[in-house]
């Protein structure tokens, strides 16, 4: 089973992962998404959102945008980021299954470079 998180507004893939309204948590299994929840965003505090959500067994993040920081955790966490998505939460999400959904590499995985991402 894979847990997938999208960082939505509205059912909507949101830009900003950190100041999100929330997140959709998809359980898929062979590929179908056999559940889905929503959580509330519990608030943007540096280095929380990613651990809260790895807590939750999360396999993979899917949002429009993320800041470096939160990469590195997730990527310490072995969570997957998908980043540079776009439009409705559970279509991304089908995609992202489908292999259709790649990164857009919108984000900094380079550590010697962290400090010119601009957090």
Do not use: W
């Not at 590929?31 to 889905?36: E, G, T």
């Not at 959580?39 to 943007?44: E, F, K, L, T, Y």
């Not at 929380?48 to 429009?64: C, E, Q």
Request: contains cysteine; proline residues 3%; charged residues 20%.
């Amino acid at each position: 089973m894979l847990k997938i998180a999208v960082a939505s507004e509205n059912g909507m893939v949101t830009e900003h992962f950190g100041h999100c309204e929330g997140f959709m948590i998809f359980d898929t299994e062979n590929n179908q998404i056999i559940k889905s929840e929503t959580v509330a965003n519990p608030g943007h505090k540096p280095g929380f959102l990613p651990n809260f959500l790895a807590d939750r067994g999360i396999n993979v993040i899917i949002s429009g945008g993320m800041g470096g920081g939160a990469v590195e955790i997730f990527n310490e966490r072995n969570v997957e980021v998908v980043v540079g998505a776009s439009g409705d939460a559970k279509t991304a999400v089908e995609n992202y299954l489908k292999g259709d959904l790649k990164t857009t590499g919108s984000v900094c995985h380079e550590h010697q470079h962290h400090d010119e991402c601009g957090e």
